[in-house]
């Protein structure tokens, strides 16, 4: 097997492992609803409190309906033709012959007629950020209505219930726990897709298992294994190893510290092959005299991994084994939990 025809692409989703990345990321999740509900709600009070602030006032017309010919019924006029009736000009005309100082736009876009629940009774409304223009309106609009109304055939007499009101404050529609549940789902919703998405597109190698179904490469197990040393004596054999890898060198260094300290044979000389331009490194892999374990570790995405193995391929130097470092012990041991397998009983020795 030619380890550079090896693709990420080409490997089936692991569901089991897909499932506890997401569950270890729903704290962020949280959070993110949390935040979430914290803009939207900032971002709508905002925009309701700095809103033109509005005054209403109203006034009641009690309506006298003629009966409907051989019956008791009334031809009343229902709600939706009174708000239709509200902008015609019919009305508007009565309104602004009440009082000629009015502005015709002005009382159109403030001014409407509606019936709240008894059908002899039509409410008049007049909307308005000036106070003052509020009441000019609704006392034109009750002597114009009054006089439409009187024309009407179906509409014996109109009598005008208490007056006109004062204008009053109408506060904004604020709505704050709407907002942050809007906000709250929000957040969780993008979040929940963001970390799936990522998960899918992550190549990074998380199991000791993934080296050899992506690469076709033995598996020798994570670094923190108490018996990472047996396994690569069997794996490489006891005459000693060399470790390649990618890693930075202060890091590579380290992993050699971890594997001398496990008691495995590995060299003082190691082949760092992070550039692989770097002259005299094509001699220092074909003069290497015992087999190579190559270090893969699960910060680093593959990219770097998969050029390296495919430079050592090309040199007939293939490693004789993989060993994965920077691991999630904790991560691995849940999903090989109830598993039966080599990696399963080898998770049981993490340090």
Same mark, same amino acid.
């Given at each position: 097997m030619k380890l550079w025809e090896m693709r990420y692409g080409d490997e089936p989703v692991n569901g089991r492992l897909f499932l506890l990345r997401f569950i270890k990321k729903i704290p962020l999740i949280i959070g993110c609803g949390v935040i979430g509900a914290a803009l939207v709600c900032a971002c709508h009070l905002t925009y309701r409190l700095s809103s033109e602030y509005k005054f209403q006032a109203e006034a009641d017309l009690y309506l006298e309906y003629i009966p409907e010919a051989g019956s008791n019924a009334l031809l009343y006029i229902n709600e939706y033709t009174w708000k239709q009736l509200s902008g015609d000009s019919a009305i508007i005309d009565e309104i602004l012959k009440a009082d000629p100082s009015l502005d015709e736009t002005t009382v159109r876009d403030s001014f409407i007629a509606t019936l709240k629940s008894d059908v002899k009774v039509v409410t008049l409304q007049v909307t308005n950020p000036d106070p003052d223009m509020c009441t000019k309106i609704i006392n034109a609009a009750v002597i114009g209505v009054t006089e439409f109304a009187e024309s009407l055939p179906e509409i014996i007499s109109v009598r005008d219930l208490g007056g006109a009101s004062e204008p009053a404050l109408i506060p904004p529609d604020v709505r704050a726990v709407r907002s942050i $549940? !809007? #906000?709250? $789902? @929000? #957040? /969780?919703?993008? %979040? %929940? !897709? %963001? /970390?799936? /998405?990522? @998960? $899918? %597109?992550d190549d990074r190698i998380i199991l000791p298992e993934t080296i050899e179904k992506r690469y076709h490469l033995p598996s020798a197990g994570c670094i923190e294994a108490k018996n990472i040393n047996e396994t690569l004596e069997d794996l490489a054999g006891e005459d000693g190893l060399i470790a390649a890898s990618t890693l930075p060198v202060d890091r590579f260094n380290t992993v050699i510290d971890k594997l001398l300290a496990a008691g495995t044979m590995v060299e003082g000389k190691t082949i760092s092959l992070s550039d692989t331009e770097r002259p005299g490194l094509i001699d220092e892999i074909k003069n290497a005299e015992h087999p190579i374990v190559y270090i893969f570790s699960s910060k680093e995405h593959v990219g770097g991994d998969e050029r390296a193995l495919s430079f050592l391929s090309k040199l007939d130097k293939e490693p004789i084994c993989g060993v994965l470092t920077d691991t999630d012990n904790t991560l691995i041991k849940t999903y090989y939990l109830g598993k039966k397998s080599r990696f399963a009983e080898e998770s049981k020795n993490y340090k």
């Amino acid at each position: 097997m030619k380890l550079w025809e090896m693709r990420y692409g080409d490997e089936p989703v692991n569901g089991r492992l897909f499932l506890l990345r997401f569950i270890k990321k729903i704290p962020l999740i949280i959070g993110c609803g949390v935040i979430g509900a914290a803009l939207v709600c900032a971002c709508h009070l905002t925009y309701r409190l700095s809103s033109e602030y509005k005054f209403q006032a109203e006034a009641d017309l009690y309506l006298e309906y003629i009966p409907e010919a051989g019956s008791n019924a009334l031809l009343y006029i229902n709600e939706y033709t009174w708000k239709q009736l509200s902008g015609d000009s019919a009305i508007i005309d009565e309104i602004l012959k009440a009082d000629p100082s009015l502005d015709e736009t002005t009382v159109r876009d403030s001014f409407i007629a509606t019936l709240k629940s008894d059908v002899k009774v039509v409410t008049l409304q007049v909307t308005n950020p000036d106070p003052d223009m509020c009441t000019k309106i609704i006392n034109a609009a009750v002597i114009g209505v009054t006089e439409f109304a009187e024309s009407l055939p179906e509409i014996i007499s109109v009598r005008d219930l208490g007056g006109a009101s004062e204008p009053a404050l109408i506060p904004p529609d604020v709505r704050a726990v709407r907002s942050i $549940i !809007l #906000g709250a $789902i @929000i #957040g /969780v919703f993008v %979040s %929940s !897709l %963001s /970390v799936m /998405v990522w @998960i $899918i %597109s992550d190549d990074r190698i998380i199991l000791p298992e993934t080296i050899e179904k992506r690469y076709h490469l033995p598996s020798a197990g994570c670094i923190e294994a108490k018996n990472i040393n047996e396994t690569l004596e069997d794996l490489a054999g006891e005459d000693g190893l060399i470790a390649a890898s990618t890693l930075p060198v202060d890091r590579f260094n380290t992993v050699i510290d971890k594997l001398l300290a496990a008691g495995t044979m590995v060299e003082g000389k190691t082949i760092s092959l992070s550039d692989t331009e770097r002259p005299g490194l094509i001699d220092e892999i074909k003069n290497a005299e015992h087999p190579i374990v190559y270090i893969f570790s699960s910060k680093e995405h593959v990219g770097g991994d998969e050029r390296a193995l495919s430079f050592l391929s090309k040199l007939d130097k293939e490693p004789i084994c993989g060993v994965l470092t920077d691991t999630d012990n904790t991560l691995i041991k849940t999903y090989y939990l109830g598993k039966k397998s080599r990696f399963a009983e080898e998770s049981k020795n993490y340090k």
